[in-house]
């Protein structure tokens, strides 16, 4: 399968979950070895993620909110005594006083988004999270030793493994954000479903990628973040993502001690 074919004929049923067995094998098996279709895939989904409303709206915070009408009324006042003052008269003022108005609401806007990236959410998922506990033990063991148990020479190596098991084939890259792939490993978890871990590590910490059966599990609450389809949670000291796979039979978990917002970068900076 070629790039072409891939997107004009399969890339939107990919997405929904619409191809049958051997056209998702197939499609998964190019997507292994291009990071132009893994890319595009990633803004498909994306873009259907949030025509879905999955992501959640945040009411910008009481604060934020008095900083950006302070900004707007101190530049509506400055401009009033700008043109009090005769400078309308002047070369190229429109322009300049454009860039007056926008520089506070962007700064403005700056400090919003911050302000949610650093404090949205906080609250941690009620109980205990199977999923995320498996993830967890496995990247604490991965982080001390980790020996892959397929072919890990290439990800296109570590795809096949997958897809040989019937687990889902597609890898993140996380390249670049700066990790590189260590290797892959597929465990029996304690219900005795099948799950494949992709482990990977950079100069500033590690990420463990998991794939395990979906069974039902419904999105836990108290997400910091969602983004794109990807829900972002503080659990028991580490940083989760959790999101489904298109068909929806499985999930897929990230697990790493970098600090959420860094997390977040790493993910956002990356494709799957």
């Known amino acids: 399968m070629d790039c072409d074919t ?10 929904d979950g619409e191809l049958s067995g051997d056209e998702t094998r197939a499609v ?47 530049v509506d006042s400055g401009a009033r005594a700008g043109d009090r003052a005769g400078h309308a008269d002047r070369p190229g003022f429109s322009v300049i006083r454009r860039a007056r108005l926008w520089l506070p609401v962007a700064l ?101 990628c998991a794939f395990m059966k979906a069974h039902g599990m419904q999105m836990p609450e108290g997400a910091t973040q969602i983004v794109a389809g990807h829900n972002y949670y503080k659990y028991k000291g580490y940083s989760v993502c959790l999101s489904y796979y298109p068909r929806g039979d499985f999930i897929c978990v990230l697990v790493s001690r970098k600090t959420m917002p860094y997390f977040i970068q790493d993910i956002l900076g990356s494709s799957l």
């Open 6 to 15: 891939y997107i004009d004929r399969y890339l939107s049923a990919h997405v």
């Open 108 to 208: 403005a806007a700056a400090a919003m988004f911050a302000f949610v990236m650093l404090h949205g959410g906080n609250v941690p998922p009620a109980g205990a999270v199977p999923a995320f506990d498996s993830a967890l033990e496995r990247y604490e063991i991965f982080n001390a030793h980790f020996v892959p148990n397929v072919p890990s020479a290439s990800p296109a190596d570590i795809s096949d493994a997958y897809l040989g098991h019937k687990m889902p084939g597609l890898l993140w890259n996380l390249q670049p954000s700066g990790y590189r792939l260590v290797g892959g490993r597929l465990e029996r978890l304690d219900d005795g479903s099948l799950a494949a871990f992709t482990f990977y590590r950079g100069e500033e910490g590690t990420i463990l």
């Open 28 to 74: 998964e098996k190019h997507l292994a070895g291009c990071a132009n279709c893994r890319v595009r895939y990633a803004e498909e989904r994306a873009v259907k993620a949030m025509v879905r409303e999955r992501a959640r709206r945040y009411e910008t915070p009481v604060q934020v909110r008095g900083s950006i009408l302070a900004a707007l009324d101190a």
